[in-house]
């Protein structure tokens, strides 16, 4: 499995969260400054491992979104795979998390505090418990890849396929 993400220390923690909580250890890494890094190395990538991991582009200098997706578009060869819904576009599936737990979360506890339950103090840090499947199917498809029709199911498609209502469900 390869890595690509911005040369920054919150991708140092998150390479190393990925392998002490689940283990997995990356035969490539690349952590980039520029978009013509990041190009340069995504399409090394193809060649060196069987899957991509993909961080944040945020902060990554001159980005463009649209000639990334061109670019995965034609040069795509192994799965690529993130956490970031924003990256939808560039990736054939991702655990991704629900946006709306932190608003869910700072309602409860605002809730808690305006009854007398709990004081700001005893808020502990939390992290996410909810996430969402999302799948590409167009980038999928060029790799020769079928998604089982009970995943997609389950999932939300990125893009919207034209005979599903926004965000992929039916």
Known sequence: IGFIGVDR???HKEIEAYRTK????????????????WKEAF?????????????????????????AIA???????????????TLAPIFMAGIVRVAEEQGWWVGQQARAILENERTIGDIAMTTNKNNRLLL????????????PPE???????????DDRTPGGRP
């Open 9 to 11: 220390m919150t991708t």
């Open 22 to 37: 689940l283990g997995i250890e990356f035969a490539a890494v690349h952590e980039v400054k520029t978009f013509a890094e």
């Open 43 to 67: 399409t090394r990538l193809q060649d060196q491992v069987d899957m991509v991991v993909l961080s944040t582009v945020s902060g990554i200098a001159g980005w463009r979104e649209d000639e």
């Open 71 to 85: 670019m995965v578009e034609n040069a795509i060869r192994v799965p690529t795979g993130t956490t970031l819904s």
């Open 136 to 147: 590409n199917p167009r980038l999928a498809a060029k790799l020769a890849i079928t998604f």
């Open 151 to 161: 995943l997609v199911k389950e999932a939300t498609l990125s893009p919207p396929q």
